[in-house]
């Protein structure tokens, strides 16, 4: 096992850093704001297991006529609504640079006016999905169960089965959705692409987060205690070396100069995926991480078209 450096740190700073490990690795649940039905949309609320047998609790959005499916996850902290970002304590996650609400639920219609059937679920832990794994968050190596789940329920579900599937996995979802394919690569034959905002690797969001506050020596303790929590070292939940593993078309797409990572994180992620067909689109002109989530919605051409292309 490879020794985790630690550097001294005062009481009060190790409190600081214990505090920064607990709050990624036993994520506070965030409610659900909004709706389908409040855009208009008629939804059904469903409920499949993770492949460990997590309840996960999710919206089917159907399109009348069409037999074209995507299945959305999201990213910590987060749920399928998105984040109430607006409310204290969701407010202080991400800082006064995305203080504001994450709502998801116009890129659901987006997509449904534009011919495809979603699938938005809660992964384990968050939303209103079940408890699982002593409820800690593990970068989405544990939460990759989700997405297997998420697609057997698709490929078994009477009114699911046999549509065409694609993926829309946010952060944390993406990156659990590359662990899946590194586990399952067999499930994942037939989907026919992935559009994925802003994975990222933990190591490179604590390493940004500790400069920050000018605790960046202290690398070192942060590891060590969220790793008290989920057993996973830094560079252990990572899916750069991963992202060999992915094997469908692939959007990415990231603002590039957020503090939140680093460009280098995501392009090696982009470098490693082994296929021609993919995409690395940069958000420009914010800093705020939460405008990356909302990309989707304000400018969905690039998105839809790369749906287009492939699933149809």
């Known amino acids: 096992m ?14 600081i850093l214990k505090g920064i490990a607990a709050q990624i690795g036993y994520p506070i649940r965030a ?33 009348e ?20 970002a607006h ?4 407010k202080s996650i991400g800082g006064p640079l995305n203080a504001f609400e994450v709502n998801y639920v116009p890129d659901y219609k987006i997509l449904h006016d534009e011919g495809y059937n979603v699938l938005a679920y809660d992964m384990r832990n968050l939303g209103q999905s079940g408890s699982a794994n002593g409820g ?3 970068g989405g190596r544990l939460e990759a169960r989700d997405v297997l789940g998420s697609i057997q329920y698709a490929r078994t579900d009477p009114r699911l089965k046999g549509m ?62 969220l790793m008290a929590i989920n057993s996973f070292r830094l560079d252990e939940m ?36 082994p296929i021609p067909e993919k995409e690395l689109i940069w958000i420009k002109g914010t800093s705020s991480r939460w405008d990356g989530y909302l990309y989707f919605q304000r400018k969905p ?3 839809i078209a790369w749906f287009n292309q492939y699933m149809h």
């Not at 750069?240 to 603002?255: C, E, G, M, N, S």
């Open 2 to 15: 490879t020794h985790v450096v630690e550097t001294p740190a005062s009481d009060e700073t190790r409190k």
């Open 31 to 63: 409610p659900l704001l909004k709706s389908p039905e409040d855009y208009g949309l008629k939804y059904d609320r469903v409920s499949f297991l993770s492949l460990d047998g997590v309840p996960l609790e999710a919206w089917f959005i159907p399109c």
């Open 65 to 84: 006529g069409s037999d074209k499916l995507v299945i959305a996850n999201h990213p910590l902290w987060f749920n399928r609504y998105g984040l109430p």
């Open 87 to 90: 409310l204290e304590p969701w």
């Open 136 to 138: 800690i968050s593990s």
């Open 164 to 225: 065409t599937l694609g993926l829309f996995s946010r952060c944390q979802g993406c990156n659990a959705t590359i662990y899946a394919m590194a586990e399952s690569p067999d499930t994942f034959e037939g989907i026919r692409c992935m559009v994925a905002p802003q994975p990222l690797s933990v190591r490179v969001a604590i390493e940004q987060l500790l400069a920050a506050m000018g605790l960046d020596e202290h690398i070192g303790i942060v590891e060590q205690e």
């Open 238 to 273: 990572s899916p750069v070396p991963f992202a060999k593993h992915v094997r469908i078309p692939t959007l990415l797409y990231q603002v590039k100069d957020e503090a939140l990572t680093r460009p280098d994180d995501i392009q090696g992620m982009f470098d490693n995926i």
């Open 301 to 303: 051409e690039r998105m």
